[in-house]
């Protein structure tokens, strides 16, 4: 421990500590807009300049570590002129519309704008006049509002490995943007949207679907049909002031439902049914010597960044759609035929915790319905806009069911939205599908959390399953490569590997309320096993529905039509 | 020895190596291979050799990091991008061996094994004179494999590109490696993380040029030039309102008044004198008197910087001046942080104005808080050094600069 003196308080930290972390632990907010306690420090806003005793120069906190006997100066005169002084040159750069701007309230150098006074301005104003990228699928850039802090580029370089974007240019001119002038929609983007989790201000937000959802609604010829993806139950009460990991799944029906929406679903209970068909891939290509690893599919960034980065891997990724796609595929076909409805009037809509989800509906060929499989996708944020907007109380609004039929689940569904539980769910029925024995403990604790990569082993039947999951497309990157190399030397590490693409999996997707730090994903993972361990049947091969759906529609798992259906193909990019 | 000629003799002299070893070249290192590491850093400290790159940071001290570890690299820094600063031209241009003996020398003092030359993008003729020198120090045994039984190095030329802060040490290390010409966050240090994380030592052209000097010549031959504590030769790069303007040699610690007489004397009435490159200060004539070595300089809140000394006499509007000091900054500044990123694009946009007769009364002030700013939270010493011109305009000048803010406001009020 490393004791030090940050303004009038002594306090100890931990040795590694930075002067901005020991300061917090201290009581003491140093301001900043650069630094993120998820990320790498930056050190590049200037704003978290301290005085310490014995170094000439003022110091960044953020990036000096504390040392034993450290003396330091948080709120001097000269600090605080500095400060709004800084916050004046940042906002000369910056548009005025915060009334119009998606981050009003939330924006970060509003609010040190706010806490530092600055009521006047006294540098010229001059702002960029750069278009609005709305190329890509889940993600919007007004490089207008970027303040050029680097969290962006440090969340997609370090932790997603995508580097889609990056610095250009120089001195004021410098801009973040993606390489070689192309647009986001064609870059190598994966629509992941952590860039949008950790930017300061509004200069990245999802690419909002609100106004056609609202539309569909007043369309009286129209018949709107909602899934909720697993992630948002435990993050949605966020928006309204409720915490991190609380279980809303009940109230989420009820709002959808008072919001016009006409028959509502879970995507949960197509989280089981891709249980069943990815697990009865898994057991035929383990029995059948087909092609392993086998890779799992749910996340559409990994998706996007296998075919961008690892086209040689792509016949391990499962050929099963995600939950979010085969639902929508059966809400057009069974549940249009079942209720004599025409496919042509469903308007199918998904709430889900990820900007990639806007992509992956987008795809060409999710069509296998005859029409777009699922037609608009909303973001836990969005859904939460919608909510406020129809003036509805969510915090005491009365818990209701959804509609029969897709919507059941079982716990082993629920766990799909935090890393590791595709997975654990995976298992649970593969062994007991294999071996026709009860497993006596459903809890494969090794899986669980937000470490980048897990693995772990199961004896079925003699056989030892190795498998393994990741989180974060960079941790995704290191396992994939293991694979490659693995696979030039004739050998194969693991049989069975999840990816997500987020910290966290799912419930830290790119569209889920923020802020989104590692540690409310953390909680919002308790959340979910809490409800796994709450529901009466935790195994996807229990769920009576699903059954349902195979005896009357799909007949078994991997069937022709399920393969017409619920399966998928990937290209190279 | 001529004290003064020592760079300056090889001005008529061809850059090949047979003229540099007629002049006792590369003796330097035939000493340097039969001594140990430890006993030629020595001889660097003994001779008090400071770097020449700007710092005047102790090459001794640096090189003393040195752990052994491999591979570990020599940099020349020869970016060389301080306007009217224009020294490691010339010793490439005519002494280029005496470059190469220096890092020779220093790669078999911290055990490097690899060197690059970083050479400014600007300088395509140089850099390929560069590898006809390397080729010939390389055919007589100076370099490349085997210069000794168990030692060999190599050197390799890198064009630069990018913005004046690519200068800066860990910047340039960065744009070595083909990342974005950005400084790094010190530490670590280059010598112990510096190129792809190893040992990196990076050192000035003039700086390895002393190397070489001070290994032929000797640690109290070195001293014996100069100021006790800034010793040696220094090549001082004069230009604006003089006679001559060009490279010029003198020991260390001489006056501005004697370079300014070696350059010719100054056209006109002097104004104005700014020393250090466009990062140092801008004094009135009693600069004069000055001490060109980075002690006094230092203690007169001044920099020896490069040693660029620029002159203006009484036609120069220091109003214009500022505005090219400000404009400079702003194209040059790498854009990584944001004091310097803004505040040079502000102080550009005041000094643009008063230029143009737009300024305002209060832009003097906010010029200042602005400089201010950016010393305090600038990242690197690029934006903590625009201080120095800004406020030296400022307070020196500011007379000049006021009564053409009023003269202007005047203007505008009669036209009214
Ligand atoms: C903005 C900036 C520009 C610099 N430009 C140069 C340069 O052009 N040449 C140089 O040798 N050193 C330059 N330096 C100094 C280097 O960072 C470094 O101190 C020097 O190369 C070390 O060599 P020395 O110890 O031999 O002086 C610059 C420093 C800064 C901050
Ligand atoms: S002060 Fe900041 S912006 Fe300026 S050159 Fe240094 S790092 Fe780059």
């Not at chain 2, 000493?31 to 006993?39: G, I, R």
């Not at chain 2, 210069?147 to 040490?169: A, C, H, Q, R």
Request: hydrophobic share 35%; charged share 20%; aromatic share 8%.
């Amino acid at each position: 421990m490393i004791t030090l003196t940050i303004d009038k308080t002594t306090i100890q930290v931990a040795k590694g500590t930075s002067v901005l972390d020991a300061a917090k632990q201290a009581g003491v907010d140093i301001p900043t807009l650069c630094r993120h306690e998820d990320l790498t420090p930056l050190g590049t806003c200037g704003m978290c300049m301290v005085d310490i005793d014995g170094f000439k120069d003022l110091q960044r906190a953020c990036i000096t570590e504390a040392v034993e006997g450290m003396q330091v100066q948080t709120n001097t005169p000269q600090l605080r002129k500095l400060r709004r002084g800084l916050l004046e040159l940042v906002l000369a750069t910056h548009p005025d519309d915060c009334l119009q701007c998606i981050k009003h309230g939330s924006c970060e150098l509003q609010k040190l704008a706010d806490r530092f006074e600055i009521r006047t301005l006294r540098y010229d104003k001059y702002t960029r006049g750069l278009p609005l990228d709305r190329t890509a699928a889940g993600i919007v850039r007004d490089m207008n509002k970027c303040i050029g802090c680097g969290r962006c580029v440090s969340v997609c370089h370090e932790v997603q490995s995508v580097k889609a974007i990056d610095f250009m240019g120089r001195g004021s001119d410098t801009i973040i943007s993606p390489g070689y002038g192309v647009s986001m929609g064609s870059s190598v983007c994966v629509n992941c949207g952590q860039c949008i989790v950790y930017c300061p201000t509004g200069a990245l937000y999802e690419k909002e679907m609100i106004d056609e959802v609202w539309e569909a609604l007043d369309d009286p010829k129209k018949v709107v049909v909602a899934q909720v993806a697993p992630a948002v139950r435990v993050a949605l009460g966020e928006e309204f002031g409720m915490a991190p990991g609380s279980l809303v799944i009940g109230k989420i029906y009820s709002a959808l439902r008072s919001l016009g929406i006409d028959y509502i679903f879970d995507t949960n209970f197509s989280a089981d049914l891709t249980i069943l068909e990815e697990g009865t891939e898994l057991l035929e290509r383990l029995s059948s010597g087909g092609t392993l690893p086998l890779i799992t599919s749910c996340s559409p960034g990994w998706i996007k960044f296998g075919e961008t980065y690892y086209p040689e891997l792509l016949d391990h990724v499962s050929t099963c759609k995600s939950p979010q796609q085969m639902l929508g595929t059966i809400i057009k076909t069974y549940f249009a035929k079942t209720h004599t409805i025409d496919p042509e009037n469903i308007v199918s809509l998904s709430i889900m915790p990820c900007t990639a989800k806007k992509f992956e509906a987008a795809r060409p060929e999710m069509n296998d319905s005859g029409y777009q499989d699922v037609d608009y996708v909303l973001t836990t944020r969005e859904l939460a806009r919608m909510i406020r907007q129809a003036g509805l109380q969510f915090k005491s609004i009365q818990e209701e069911n959804p509609d029969p039929v897709l919507s059941q689940y079982t716990g082993a569904a629920t766990i799909f939205g935090a890393s590791g539980g595709v997975m654990e769910a995976a298992i649970r029925s593969a062994y007991e599908l294999k071996t026709q024995k009860t497993l006596g403990s459903l809890d494969f604790t090794d899986l669980r959390g937000i470490e980048g990569i897990k693995k772990a082993s199961v004896d079925i039947e003699g056989t030892e399953v190795r498998v393994a999951v990741s989180n974060g497309l960079s941790n995704a990157r290191k396992l994939l490569n293991i694979v490659a190399e693995a696979k030039e030397r004739g050998e194969m590490p693991f049989h069975f590997i999840e990816i997500m693409a987020c910290r966290g999996g799912c419930i830290g997707g790119g569209g889920q309320p923020l802020e989104n730090t590692l540690a409310k994903r953390a909680q919002r993972i308790e959340g979910l096993y809490a409800e796994d361990k709450n529901l009466p049947i935790r195994k996807s091969h229990e769920n009576a529905e699903v059954l349902g759906l195979y005896k009357e529609f799909l007949q078994k798992p991997g069937s022709e039509i399920s393969h017409h259906l619920l399966h998928t193909h990937y290209t190279a990019r | 020895m001529n004290q003064t000629d020592l760079f300056l003799r090889f001005k008529n002299l061809s850059p090949n190596i047979d003229d540099y070893l007629n002049e006792n070249g590369y003796s330097g290192l035939r000493t340097a291979l039969t001594l140990t590491s430890a006993q030629i850093i020595e001889k660097i400290e003994k001779a008090r050799l400071l770097g020449r790159g700007g710092a005047g940071f102790p090459t001794a001290i640096k090189w003393k990091a040195s752990t052994g570890k491999t591979p570990s690299y020599i940099v020349c820094n020869a970016d060389e991008g301080e306007p009217g600063t224009f020294k490691d031209r010339f010793i490439m241009t005519h002494s280029p061996h005496m470059m190469i003996e220096g890092m020779v020398i220093a790669a078999y003092a911290v055990k490097a094994t690899k060197g690059y030359i970083y050479i400014r993008g600007e300088y395509p003729e140089i850099a390929s004179n560069l590898e006809n020198s390397l080729l010939e120090a390389e055919q007589r045994g100076y370099l490349g494999k085997n210069i000794t039984k168990d030692f060999s190095f190599s050197i390799e030329i890198i064009k630069g590109g990018g913005s004046y802060v690519v200068g800066d040490e860990t910047a340039l290390l960065n744009s070595l490696m083909g990342n974005r010409g950005i400084p790094w966050n010190k530490p670590p240090f280059p010598a112990e993380k510096g190129l792809w994380e190893q040992p990196t030592y990076i050192n000035n052209v003039e700086t390895l040029a002393c190397v070489s000097l001070i290994l032929q010549y000797g640690s109290d031959w070195f001293r014996s030039i100069g100021t006790p504590e800034s010793p040696g030769p220094k090549l001082y790069c004069i230009s604006g309102k003089v006679q001559s303007p060009g490279v010029y040699e003198a020991p260390m610690g001489s006056t501005v008044r004697d370079l300014i007489s070696l350059a010719g004397g100054v056209i006109g009435t002097l104004k104005a004198i700014q020393i250090g490159g466009t990062a140092g200060p801008i004094y009135p004539s009693e600069a004069l008197d000055f001490h060109l070595d980075f002690k006094s300089m230092s203690s007169k809140g001044g920099i020896l910087g490069s040693g660029a000394i620029v002159v203006m006499n009484t036609d120069t509007s220091m109003a214009e001046v500022l505005e090219v000091e400000m404009r400079f900054f702003a194209e040059e500044s790498c854009g990584k942080c944001f004091p310097c990123r803004y505040g040079t694009r502000q102080l550009s946009f005041m000094a643009n104005n008063i230029v143009l007769g737009k300024g305002k009364r209060d832009f003097l002030e906010l010029m200042e808080e602005t400089a201010d700013i950016m010393k305090g939270s600038s990242f690197c010493p690029f934006g903590k050094s625009v201080e120095m011109p800004v406020k030296s305009v400022l307070n020196n000048f500011s007379g000049e600069l006021h009564a053409l803010i009023r003269q202007n406001d005047y203007i505008r009020e009669v036209q009214i």
